[in-house]
């Protein structure tokens, strides 16, 4: 599946069939995604400890998370992965995040919501460096890994947890798949990822025919753009500190900078940011 979009960037998603010529160009799409997020891992200082783009919800709906001081910088962020996770009571499960970044959402998890075990798993292999450096610990694990190729023994997890990652990924079909093999009966798949329309199409179909119920859907797309707005004065200072000039338009739009064409592209709903809830029957 191809979009191009020239507001935002030409992108090809690992959903359908594919030709050889279009699997060619997901595997090099891939390679390059890599190498972008060994550069962000790279330009970045400790205390980026999150990549997505947050979530704020209305100011009459809003019921924010009690955090450590600590953690306070990165409220809306940590509030995304709260938002994510609500459905499912995590308590004492053994929970695995596959794109974990580097590790926010992970440590998040196993310092607030107290599962018996927190892995997490992302293919940058100096992003994982980093988390097991910052967060690593008794009952969380960090590790490289592919997620196209997931590669623990079956019914490993009561939860596998995916945030704003999925959209990178070379095969949908074989993640949904390996997902499925590593939930134990009765578990959830938290996912949430966005996208233009036709991508969240397709995902909700892939979906759909991967073997897991639907559960629950929620389209928050107008709270990740509040969350945008919300934190584009800081995350732009953050950027003209620290990342060379000529690259810094690539990374205000990575980072979903207020007038940015991804910006734009979510505030006038071309590309949609929707959560899933998944459960293996």
């Known amino acids: 599946m191809i979009y191009k979009h020239t507001g935002t960037y030409p992108r090809i998603y690992g959903l359908g069939a594919k030709e050889s010529f279009t699997r060619w160009l997901l595997a090099l799409q891939k390679l390059t995604t890599k190498v972008w997020y060994q550069l962000v891992s790279v330009q970045a200082d400790q205390n980026l400890t999150f990549m997505n783009f947050g979530y704020a919800p209305a100011e009459a709906d809003r019921s924010e998370p009690e955090l450590d001081p600590a953690d306070g910088r990165n409220r809306n962020t940590i509030q995304l992965y709260r938002r994510v996770t609500a459905a499912v009571d995590l308590r004492g499960k053994d929970v695995l995040e596959v794109g974990c970044g580097r590790g926010g959402g992970a440590a998040y998890i ?47 997890f009561d939860v596998v947890v995916n945030v704003e990652s999925c959209h990178c990924y ?26 233009p329309k036709p991508y969240i199409e397709a995902l909700r179909e892939e979906l759909g025919r991967s073997g897991l119920s639907m559960v629950e859907e929620e389209d928050i797309t107008a709270c990740v753009v509040r969350a ?14 620290q990342v060379p000039r000529g690259v810094r338009s690539l990374f205000s739009n990575f980072a979903g900078i207020e007038g940015t064409p991804v910006f734009e592209a979510l505030r006038r ?6 959560r899933f809830v998944m459960r293996k029957i």
């Open 110 to 156: 196993q310092k607030y919501l107290t599962p018996r075990s927190m892995t997490g798993i992302d293919f940058c292999g100096k992003a994982v460096a980093f988390c097991v450096r910052q967060h690593g610990g008794k009952g969380i694990s960090f590790a490289r890994g592919d997620a196209d190729a997931l590669d623990f023994p079956p019914e490993t």
């Open 170 to 195: 070379l095969s949908v079909e074989r993640f949904l798949a390996g997902v499925f093999r590593v939930l134990r009966q009765g578990g959830n798949f938290l996912i949430a990822d966005m996208g």
């Open 228 to 241: 945008l707005q919300l934190t584009t004065e800081k995350n732009a200072t953050e950027i003209r500190a």
């Open 269 to 274: 709903r071309e590309w949609e940011y929707v």
